[in-house]
């Protein structure tokens, strides 16, 4: 993977539902990943999946992937203001690891 | 069950000089991939390291360098400092043989400031 690309801003109300968007580049991608960084802090881990899935339900988070199109999103129910963040869609460099990232999308919540 | 931990938070340093930054993975995890995150930006792959060895590296020059413990642990060196190399860098660690993949856990980074 080359270039994943992501809108920069979101905001939404809160109790609404967020939906994230990501394109990728590399097919052959095993794994495509969502994470999440909070104000000052380090990455974390919010969900996965794997290629051959076209959607993942995880409480809250529902990954949807088209291979077709390349295209990644991450749905975030019943938004709360602790969701506020940066969401960053990742794809493998080559082969299995390391990432590539996206520049991230800021996910504002409004009370 | 200890996370990836980063020494220092945060360090601030003057163009010319070199700095090293420390990891320690988490607990079973074997590999150490080291990231770079300009502000607005997402991480950048600087290198990884698996059995001591630097396994792959991406688009920085030389004056980035590392190491591998037996441990596992990891440290990421920068020589010659400019002032672009400010940035959070971010330290990874995952194991190769996990059921998904080499699923990549990340540290809260060190927070470097060239002046």
């Known amino acids: 993977g080359e270039d994943v690309e992501q809108s920069l801003f979101l905001s939404v109300r809160e109790g609404d539902s967020s939906v994230i968007n990501c394109t990728y580049t590399?097919?052959?991608?095993?794994?495509l990943y969502w994470y999440k960084q909070e104000p000052g802090a380090g990455l974390q881990l919010l969900t996965y999946?794997?290629?051959?899935?076209d959607m993942k339900q995880d409480q809250r988070l529902t990954v949807l992937l088209n291979k077709k199109d390349k295209h990644l999103s991450l749905r975030i129910a019943d938004t709360q203001t602790g969701d506020s963040a940066i969401y960053f869609c990742?794809?493998?460099?080559?082969?299995?690891?390391?990432?590539?990232f996206g520049k991230g999308t800021r996910l504002s919540v409004i009370a | 069950d200890a996370g990836v931990t980063q020494s220092p938070t945060h360090l601030i340093k003057t163009r010319g000089q070199q700095v090293t930054l420390r990891c320690s993975p988490k607990?079973?995890?074997?590999?150490v991939s080291w990231y770079q995150q300009a502000l607005g930006q997402g991480p950048q792959f600087i290198f990884q390291?698996?059995?001591?060895?630097?396994?792959q590296r991406g688009n920085f020059p030389d004056r980035f360098s590392g190491h591998q413990f037996p441990n596992y642990s990891s440290e990421l060196n920068v020589n010659a400092l400019l002032l672009g190399d400010s940035a959070l860098y971010l330290c990874?660690?995952?194991?190769?043989?996990?059921?998904?993949?080499?699923?990549?856990?990340f540290g809260p980074g060190t927070r470097l400031l060239v002046l």
């Open positions: 999946i794997f290629s051959n899935m």
């Open positions: 390291y698996y059995e001591e060895e630097e396994r």
């Open positions: 990874a660690s995952s194991l190769p043989t996990s059921g998904i993949g080499e699923t990549q856990y």
């Open positions: 607990s079973g995890h074997d590999t």
């Open positions: 990742a794809e493998p460099y080559s082969g299995n690891t390391p990432l590539v």
């Open positions: 590399d097919s052959s991608s095993t794994y």
